[in-house]
């Protein structure tokens, strides 16, 4: 059965209550700019609303949150996870993360009078270009400009984003725009070009843009990432409801060498915890398990990769050399992967590295076996199978 299932019911909002900075990022997911997933249609207990760079976890995590979060997230690795309760602990089974903080305003707006006399101070030679017709696919050509528009396309954003670019001498240094929309308001997003940086260009456009917000009878929402842009929603008048800490995938690079004895125990641990969940669901001691890793790297010319990261192993493939009638073969006989860091092309990597070993050592070929679950994984990697089948009796 799969799990997550997609909803547009609004009901689903109510997941996700009392969050800073989520109502207006999951209405914008439930109105089509993102996807709200939830663990039933008919009553739901947990969700996860995916808007943008930003994930909200909502509700009470059963026993299908796990595989509920990783079918939101998918391969992109670029997340904001707000994971409230025990959501962070479901959050750090699948990927160790560190914590940002970020800051939510209320949705009480500025007052427009104040704000039009903040475009007073508009410089010489300064005016103001909305994002309509050929500026949409402009913004989208600058690396500066690009999330002014990323999450519409030309048409949506012709009908429901709104932003507007301040140009100085006929080029455009500064802008804002919705970052989404949602039904009643958008949320802002700054932008200033790096040569332009500190001359409060970003201040007036996000005034404008709110006084055009405004106009239309909508809210401008705002959520600060950093201090630079708390700073400006302070100034242009939003009242602060407080700072909360979002989860960011740990980007710390892994590191792939061959192993030594010294890393057994660690290859040991790893490869307990990947073998903990489905398809297998073993219950490793830490002793047996290192006596397999032992036993392994005992053979006939063994060796293997470890795939390090922060100090500590994430995953290993290891094995021995098969001499054989024309040539010798390299017999992987595991490779394994933690369970947080698994879909993130570690096992894929490791594999590479393990041939580019094999080939200074004169070794070509690799083997191994493989259950059916896995087949589609070395099937990407390069692997086929052979005609051997695998025979075996209890007795």
Same mark, same amino acid.
Request: aromatic letters at 10%; one cysteine or more; glycine letters at 10%.
């Given at each position: ?7 547009? !019911? ?20 439930? #109105? ?12 739901? &207990? ?12 909502? @509700?009470?995590? @059963? ?34 993360? $560190? ?33 309509? /017709? ?11 400009? &690009? ?7 030309? #048409? !949506? ?11 100085? !001498? ?14 009643? @308001? ?21 005034? =404008? ?43 710390? =690079?892994?590191?792939?060498?061959? %192993?030594?004895? #010294?890393?057994?125990? /660690?290859?040991? $641990? ?23 890793? #032992? ?46 860091? $698994?879909?993130?092309?570690?096992? $894929? ?11 200074? &050592? @004169? ?9 059916? !679950?896995?087949? %589609? ?19």
């Amino acid at each position: 059965m799969q799990v997550g299932v997609p909803t547009r !019911d609004k009901r689903a909002a109510a997941l996700f209550a009392d969050m800073p900075g989520a109502e207006s990022m999951v209405l914008a997911a439930l #109105e089509g700019q993102g996807r709200v997933l939830v663990d039933s249609t008919v009553h739901p &207990r947990c969700g996860v609303a995916a808007a943008g760079d930003f994930l909200y976890c909502g @509700g009470v995590p @059963g026993v299908e949150a796990k595989q509920l979060l990783r079918r939101a997230m998918g391969v992109h690795e670029d997340w904001l996870i707000y994971a409230p309760g025990g959501w962070m602990d479901v959050v750090r089974s699948i990927t160790p993360v $560190k914590l940002v903080t970020r800051v939510a305003y209320e949705q009480r707006q500025p007052e427009d009078g104040y704000l039009r006399s903040l475009l007073k101070a508009m410089p010489e030679g300064a005016s103001f270009q909305p994002i309509e /017709g050929e500026w949409i696919d402009w913004c989208r050509q600058a690396e500066w400009s &690009r999330d002014f528009v990323s999450l519409f396309t030309h #048409e !949506d954003y012709e009908q429901r984003g709104l932003g507007v670019l301040l140009m100085v !001498d006929g080029e455009a240094v500064a802008g804002a725009s919705s970052y989404v929309s949602y039904p009643g @308001g958008i949320e802002v997003q700054l932008q200033t070009r790096d040569d332009q940086q500190g001359r409060g260009y970003a201040t007036l456009a996000a005034a =404008k843009l709110i006084l055009m917000a405004h106009e239309r009878g909508l809210m401008a929402t705002w959520d600060a990432a950093n201090v630079a842009s708390a700073h400006i929603a302070e100034k242009l008048g939003y009242v602060k409801r407080g700072e909360y800490q979002v989860a960011m995938i740990d980007e710390c =690079k892994t590191v792939y060498r061959v %192993v030594t004895r #010294e890393d057994m125990p /660690g290859l040991a $641990k790893a490869m307990m915890a990947a073998y903990s969940e489905a398809p297998w669901n073993e219950n490793w001691t830490e002793e047996r398990a290192l006596r397999r890793v #032992e036993a392994i790297l005992s053979g006939w010319q063994a060796m293997g990769m470890a795939a390090v990261r922060d100090g500590e192993i994430i995953g290993g493939a290891l094995g021995f050399v098969d001499p054989y009638a024309e040539e010798d073969f390299f017999f992987v006989s595991e490779l394994f992967v933690r369970p947080e860091w $698994k879909r993130k092309g570690i096992g $894929k990597a490791l594999l590479q590295s393990l041939e580019e070993e094999l080939k200074q &050592r @004169g070794v070509r070929v690799t083997q191994l076996i493989s259950i059916e !679950d896995n087949r %589609v994984f070395y099937e990407k990697s390069g692997m086929a199978q052979d005609s051997v089948n695998v025979m075996f009796r209890r007795f």
